[in-house]
């Protein structure tokens, strides 16, 4: 989708691609935004975009303000195949938000991409969105009673048409009101013309950093963007807070009172990439910290500690730290296999994973190997993986995992909104070792998990490990990818 524009339009010609298969938490989104001083945005919006391609597979879009139009091109697909040299030249404008997307509400299609467009009293609206609302059915039931009419199924949207139809004066006060009404996870940068606008919600679930590229703001999901651009990082946009940039500067509202800040583990675990800094902290630093624990806890004889590429390999140093067993090379990733490879059966589900990895036989053949991933979602990978070294050779696979096993859905951004597909609320910890075929299987504990973190506990969310969940949350029915889709007109 391609278009300059004073207001949205629709088009829902694209079909949605082919869900993603795999063993493992899906990303949610990633958000970027920039104004800078005069130069034009979108390159900068566009290598922001690549950095946080790990974060979203399925869409991505930018939209940006030239003083007078607002201009947007978002598409299906990776960043490299929508964002080709003729649609960037369209991009005009020293202001720009971007954003990539994997759909944990609303379908995977055109029409759910973002940024969204909206005509506001101010102007029109660009946003773009990482998180899930847990009452977005109910705001959009009320603003459908009150005669607003809907495009799309994503919650997006939602927050959008909230900000949108205000009857506030200001759009700082339209944003803050909307803050106070939605509730769960959102990570947020907003354009009106050059005013640009980042928030959070009151808990801190996702990430999002403030940085600086000479005199201009940015905003990001993680700050390995700002790496990307030449920028540097400056802070985090905190719980509750809204961040306004503009010709008089930058400038900070608080408008929600933390209650309790509750940062996502798995943002740690898995999600953010191992050259990002969370709170002061490397991820990448945690991640080893979390495999040195992991071998305090779960020691074993071995002859080699292998990861599975490339979520565990910082933990898989760490263990061998600790261990003293030697870390190797022991699976090679294709990184030219997209998420939408089709694995229709198992048969096919069992080649993917060899499509995906190879192992390296002079490592593994006679040896005892230590496995180290940092999750098991649903075992099937996993069991896929060990089946593949035992046939490779190896004598012994011992299976070593960073994270305490996934007990609960999650309501904030990962697609796991039913518990019966986590394999952990199902089974103990040796029949998941039964099941996924290992000669022994160890978790990472939430103790060993909360010091690897460096956090106090009580400033984490940990409720998919312990369903002690920092907000309300929704029925069954109300959350997840589909929670909007009986509502769409």
């Not at 005669?147 to 949207?157: I, N, V």
């Not at 907003?190 to 009151?202: E, I, N, S």
Request: proline content about 5%; hydrophobic content about 40%; charged content about 20%.
């Amino acid at each position: 989708m391609r278009r300059s524009t004073r207001g949205p339009r629709s088009d829902r010609s694209a079909p949605a691609p082919l869900g993603p298969g795999g063993d493992k938490l899906r990303e949610e989104c990633g958000v970027f935004g920039i104004r800078t001083e005069g130069a034009g945005a979108a390159p900068f919006v566009h290598l922001g975009l690549y950095a946080l391609q790990h974060r979203g597979q399925e869409s991505a879009g930018i939209a940006t303000h030239d003083g007078a139009r607002t201009h947007l091109v978002k598409h299906m697909g990776l960043v490299a195949q929508v964002f080709t040299p003729e649609r960037l030249a369209t991009l005009l404008g020293p202001t720009g938000i971007g954003h990539v997307r994997y759909s944990t509400m609303g379908s995977a299609s055109l029409e759910n991409a973002q940024p969204f467009l909206e005509q506001s009293p101010w102007g029109v609206l660009a946003l773009a969105h990482n998180g899930n609302l847990v009452n977005a059915p109910l705001i959009r039931q009320d603003l459908e009673a009150a005669g607003h009419c809907f495009r799309a199924t994503s919650d997006t949207e939602v927050i959008t048409k909230l900000i949108a139809t205000s009857r506030a004066e200001t759009l700082e006060e339209a944003i803050a009101g909307c803050m106070r009404r939605i509730s769960g996870a959102y990570t947020v940068v907003g354009m009106v013309g050059d005013v640009l606008v980042a928030f959070r919600d009151a808990n801190g679930i996702r990430p999002l950093a403030l940085g600086r590229l000479g005199g201009a703001a940015v905003f990001a999901s993680e700050s390995c963007a700002f790496d990307q651009i030449g920028g540097e990082y400056v802070r985090e946009v905190g719980p509750g807070e809204l961040v306004v940039a503009d010709a008089a500067g930058v400038r900070s509202i608080q408008v929600l009172p933390v209650a309790r800040r509750a940062s996502c583990v798995f943002e740690y675990i898995y999600f953010a990439r191992p050259d990002t800094v969370l709170e002061h902290q490397n991820v990448h630093q945690v991640r080893r910290r979390m495999g040195r624990l992991l071998a305090r806890e779960y020691p074993v004889e071995a002859d080699a500690v292998i990861a599975v590429p490339d979520s565990g390999t910082s933990a898989a140093m760490g263990y061998a730290d600790a261990s003293g067993i030697p870390c190797e090379v022991g699976l090679i990733k294709n990184r030219y296999v997209g998420r939408t490879f089709i694995q229709p059966d198992q048969v096919s589900r069992d080649f993917g994973v060899r499509v995906k990895l190879n192992p390296i036989r002079d490592v593994i053949a006679g040896q005892r190997i230590v496995l180290v991933d940092d999750s098991i979602v649903r075992g099937t990978t996993s069991r896929q993986i060990v089946r593949m070294l035992r046939h490779t050779g190896a004598r012994e696979v011992h299976v070593r995992i960073s994270s305490p096993p996934i007990l609960n859905a999650c309501y904030y951004g990962i697609d796991t909104s039913s518990r019966g597909e986590l394999v952990a609320s199902r089974l103990s910890v040796e029949e998941i070792r039964t099941s996924i075929e290992a000669d022994s299987l160890g978790y990472l504990s939430l103790a060993g998990l909360v010091e690897a973190l460096a956090l106090p506990e009580r400033a984490l969310c940990l409720a998919c490990l312990n369903g002690r969940y920092p907000t309300e949350t929704p029925t069954e029915a109300m959350a997840g990818r589909y929670a909007l889709e009986a509502r769409r007109t």
